[in-house]
């Protein structure tokens, strides 16, 4: 992933590569755990919003990780489309 990817996105792949070696389920759900417990809300919704505009490129383990931040407050679909609600 590039130099030119916002704050967010830089800190979440360095997440994904702290956890990278474990299978892709538990990775996900400890990034996840990770940015519930460590990053500031504000940090949340900005990646979150890059996710769903998919204006920088994003790893996939980091995607199914705000997939988990978001679980059973928003559709999975709503994750990668804006409801254009």
């Avoid at 590569?17 to 460590?38: G, S, W, Y």
């Avoid at 919003?49 to 920088?56: E, P, Q, T, V, Y």
Wanted: glycine share 8%; hydrophobic share 40%.
């Amino acid at each position: 992933m590039s130099g030119d990817l916002p704050p967010v996105a830089r800190l979440g792949h360095d997440l994904v590569r702290n956890f990278e070696a474990l299978p892709p389920e538990k990775a996900a759900a400890e990034i996840a755990t990770h940015i519930r417990k460590f990053w500031e809300p504000r940090m949340r919704r900005e990646l979150l919003a890059h996710i769903r505009l998919g204006d920088a490129p994003v790893d996939p383990l980091l995607v199914r990780a705000a997939e988990d931040l978001v679980e059973g407050d928003v559709d999975h679909a709503e994750v990668k489309e804006p409801s254009g609600g």
